[in-house]
């Protein structure tokens, strides 16, 4: 038999570039600072990176607004750069993936330049979602994940969709040249040799075709299966003609063929805010995406019966699609779980725990840079915020899980970059403690506990298989069995007593009794 593709049980570790490593001294993360901490993720026994983006951008909502998604942003380097970094990672035996952002533009692509000059009617305006008022209103009352209408008016009268910024008009994928486009720019990065792809807003490409009005109930008011934060998601039911539209998996039976060419397991991994997880599935159906993040595990509370019914209805999910599950907890655009956990000592420990509960699982995880160093969210001062969602609506955003990785020394900007400028969100005065260098010298810190976990599981992961069995060990506890592994995570205030087993790794101390926000590998 084949060996399983390499995605299927890999760790994979998210780097947000302008907030890992510094490599020019400008105060901003680049392409080349990762390259030079290669051998840290290599240590750290992580299989895979995603790349937040580091295409040419103005920056508006850091990269997620793509200018040219040929070319690397002069803030995070070169494509000799960008070759460097792929061929260093594969030296490391590490693959990369890179994230593609096919919903929407940056006002500044060309085409959408091209828009606003051409006028309406025109055919580069039919590249974007431009639309005429009605009654001297926006089009429809679609209102933008980041706060505010989805709709902008230009000079000429007419408005541009954006379901994000204003500076990050939609895309119209009724248009053959956008998926042509897409395609063009996949095959730019497949012949430079990147693994696959972190596909943004994967589930907003296509909207209702007629544009219609979002039925919602007078008060409500954030629109839900957004991305932007998880005060912003709820996963009910609720109109969505923005979102999850049937005629977007065609977009993805395309893609899946363009990559199927190539050489090496290429994979893409979908970021779709949907419902539920049967509409999830519908993205990892064999012939579409390798797999879809699992936001239902991140967005789980601190209980043992919410995590064992994401467990379950995930599973469920894609066992009839052959998709391998994934498991998240932490990203870009959410609250760092070591404080959604109540921050403080209890946050660290419950925090380690649903990671070591998660790195048991079947299938695959994603970790976020920063999260094996226990960092929490950190509260930034309204002066240094630049998400757009605080811009436009005055919430904190999601800065605070974006503040640069301390790599070593005493005080800020604790090695980020060469020299002591500070980098472009001020670090903690408190992090001395957490940084790569402090907490690789201590071996009860949460960064070597991250080590001995993801080197545990490399001897069990791609060997155990991807069927689990739940065990009753009381309402408090989440235990299960995979292959050799029992896994006991309790979410109770009392210590319960362990089934019997060698302990192949703990997130805490555990003796025959299992802590409260504890959990254990046995064998
Ligand atoms: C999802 C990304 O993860 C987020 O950071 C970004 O703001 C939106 N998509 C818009 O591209």
Redesign the pocket.
Known sequence: MDAPEWWRNAVTYQIYPRSFADGSGDGVGDLPGVTARLPYLRDLGVDAIWL?PFYTSPQR??G??VADYRDIDPLFGTLADADELVERAHEHGLKLIV?L?P??TSEEHVWFQAALAAGPGSPERARYLFRDSVDDNPPNNWKS??GGPAWTQVPDGQWYLH???SS?PDLDWRNPEVGDMFVDVLRFWLDRGVDGFRV??AHGLFKVETLRDQVRAEAEEPVRGA??GESMVELTEVDEPMWDQPEVHEVYRRWHEVLAKYEGDRMMVA?AWTQTPESMARYVRPDEFSQAFNFAWLLAPWSAQAFSDVITGTLAAVEPVDASPTWVLS???VVRHTTRYGGGAAGLARAKAATLTMLALPGSAYVYQGEELGLEQVEVEPEFRQD??WVRTGEPG?DGCRVPIPWSGTAAPYGFGPGTGQPWIPQPDDWAELTVEAESADPDSTLSFYRAALAARRTFATTAGDDIELLDLGDDVLAFRRGPVTVVLNCGAEPVALPSGEVLMASGPVDTELPADTAVWLT
């Open positions: 937040s909502d850091h997620y607004d994230d952002v919903n929407h994940v980041f379901l994000f910024d990050q943004d807003v991305s932007a970021e990203n870009h655009d757009p969602l999601r």
